[in-house]
């Protein structure tokens, strides 16, 4: 199945208010330096069937950046290729959607489940996150049939539950809630071992950014994908990367932070080793089923350190 390039007319309109109101807002601000990503793709996407392709919050690419799986926050999971002229993005093709459903068959979706996370372990399991009933558990990508993880404990904020989540170089899934409680509050990073939940690690919060998407890079770093949002302005987008270490999240870096309205609400990361020998950062956009917004895949490069 074919997947279509977005028909921009309906939103000129709108995205050039939002850009044009991001170009003021943003004009009287102190200017950042220069930060490292560089934007090398962007395409917007469309299924006829809108009622349901749509409200895209995860991703997952192969090595190669092409096979990818997706996952909505109403249970469905995509999988197809993205397609590619000399390494830009052109398009996507879906070959598979499956509702996710529980042992019995049910669908996940109709119990409350709002879908935000997804890790691709090497053997091929694949973790989710559901942020409307806090719950993280392993998909089978074949069927959608999905099992529950063991809870943790945690009391979490309403809509406001796992939307990040990864795999750090041991394989063991972690889960970034989207809000701390606090404006000062590091947000907790969950980790499952053993069976059993623990919090080894905490990611300092500053500003208006709450974290969307997280994936470990093939440099063993911890990558989060932030969002703030700002009516008329729209969304802004911001990633750091972090260095595991024994007793917390270190070396952090700022790699990005976009204008409000530059791109969508991105909230799906997938970080890859690019064809350039740099670091690819792919992303999608959660349109929230509105037309106003887009289903849009943007992808930046990360140029890699020269070797010592």
Known sequence: MRVRAKNWRALRLFGTISVLAGLLFLAAATAQPSLPLRLVG???????DEARFGGLSALELDETGTRFIALSDRAVLFQGQLLRQNGTLTGATISQ??????????????????????????????YYSSEGTHVIGTLNPADGRVRNLPRGGWVLQTNSGFEALALDPQGRPIA???????????????????????????????????PVGADTGPDGRLYVLERDYVPLLGFASRIRSFAFGKDGL???????????????????????????GDIRLTMISDNNFRAIQRTEVVEYSLPRPPAR
């Open 42 to 48: 962007k395409i917007a996407l469309s299924l006829p």
């Open 97 to 126: 959607i499956t509702d996710l459903t529980d042992r019995a068959g049910r669908r996940i979706a109709d119990a409350g489940a709002d879908t935000e996370g997804l890790a691709l372990a090497g053997n091929g399991l694949i």
């Open 176 to 210: 970034i809630p989207e809000r701390s409680g606090e404006l000062e509050r590091p947000f907790p990073v969950y980790r499952f071992e053993n069976g059993r939940w623990s919090v080894p690690y905490h990611l300092r919060r500053y500003g208006r950014f709450l």
């Open 250 to 276: 270190r070396d952090e870096r700022l790699l990005m932070e976009t204008w409000y309205g530059l791109h969508d609400n991105l909230e799906g990361l997938a970080v890859w080793p690019g064809p350039e």
